[in-house]
């Protein structure tokens, strides 16, 4: 199976999931679910990343979010990549946590974002998990409707200004859209090529970016802009295992040449890397 195309660029808009490997649960326990959603937030932090609806389920998760910076591919692989590195270590297991690489569409807000957001809070419900959303802890659902104090991470506050300009008719206004959702077909049965959900003319507009070669031209550079030199780890971290650590979760580097410029084994390399970990 060929490796789908990311297309990348400030502002956009996805609906991202990953799924266990072999469909094994990927979270555990309570703790499981805590530290994910620990990860997620300095994963948002770190590359200003807006989530507007998510959803833990058992062997998958759900996150429709925007990147301001145009960073997908690179968020996405530090969230599944640390993650997996807690769980096996956590659970004492060795190998792949997730069936592959994460799933991305490039979703049209206008058409789609409210939609698609009410699909992701309805995930426990079709699985019989729960009779309805709010019973289900694991979601951004509680937080929309003020059963729980909502994080900087996840923008509440522009959903439910489409619904009312006051905060309770709005939270009531989202509440009857969402139970109306319920048995509804899922939105991303319209997605085209595997990667687009909008209509004609956003879908047009996308592939005219993917096959602009400016456009592969301006993603190539970000990326190398964005990537600092081990040297630049070392200065801005006096903690060695903290600059080898940093380094590492950059993606940038593998841990032969973190350690090679340290002077240090891989195992040291490693053992610098767990000591960051979450847990």
């Known amino acids: 199976m060929s490796r789908p195309l990311r297309l990348e660029f400030p502002g956009a808009l996805y609906h991202v999931t990953a799924r266990g490997n ?7 326990g309570r703790r499981d679910r805590i530290v994910w959603l620990s990860i997620l937030e300095e994963i948002c932090t770190r590359y200003n990343f807006v989530v507007h609806s998510f959803c833990q389920m058992s062997n998958h998760y759900h996150i429709v979010l925007e990147t ?3 960073n997908l591919i690179q968020g996405m692989r530090q969230l599944n990549g640390r993650y997996s590195q ?16 994460y799933k991305g569409i ?9 939609e698609l957001a009410r699909y992701v809070v309805l995930n426990p419900v079709r699985a019989g998990f729960v009779q309805s959303p709010e019973q289900w802890a694991w979601s951004s659902y509680p937080y929309f409707i003020g059963q729980a104090s909502c994080p900087a991470w ?6 439910l200004a489409t619904f009312a300009v006051r905060q309770d008719a709005a939270m009531a206004a989202y509440q009857r859209f969402v139970i109306a959702g319920i048995g509804e077909q ?17 879908i047009a507009n996308a592939r005219a970016m993917i096959a602009s070669p400016t456009f592969r031209a301006v993603n190539k550079s970000q990326r190398r802009a964005l990537t600092r030199s081990l040297a630049e780890y070392a200065a801005q971290y006096h903690n060695r295992d903290e600059a080898m650590a940093r380094a590492y979760h950059s993606t940038a580097y593998t841990m032969n040449q973190i350690a090679a410029h340290f002077g240090v084994s891989d195992k040291t390399v490693s053992r610098a890397i767990k000591k960051q970990m979450p847990g």
Not at 22 to 28: C, H, P, S
Not at 191 to 201: K, R, V
Request: proline letters at 2%; a positive charge.
């Open 68 to 70: 301001i910076d145009g």
């Open 106 to 114: 490039l979703i049209q807000r206008e058409k789609y974002l409210l």
């Open 22 to 28: 072999v469909k094994a649960d990927i979270y555990l």
């Open 186 to 202: 899922s939105p991303l049965l319209k997605t085209a090529h595997q990667l687009l959900l909008g209509d004609a003319e956003f």
């Open 154 to 159: 996840l923008d509440v506050a522009s959903t």
């Open 86 to 101: 807690y769980f096996n270590r956590q659970h004492q297991r060795v190998g792949h946590v997730f069936q592959g690489r």
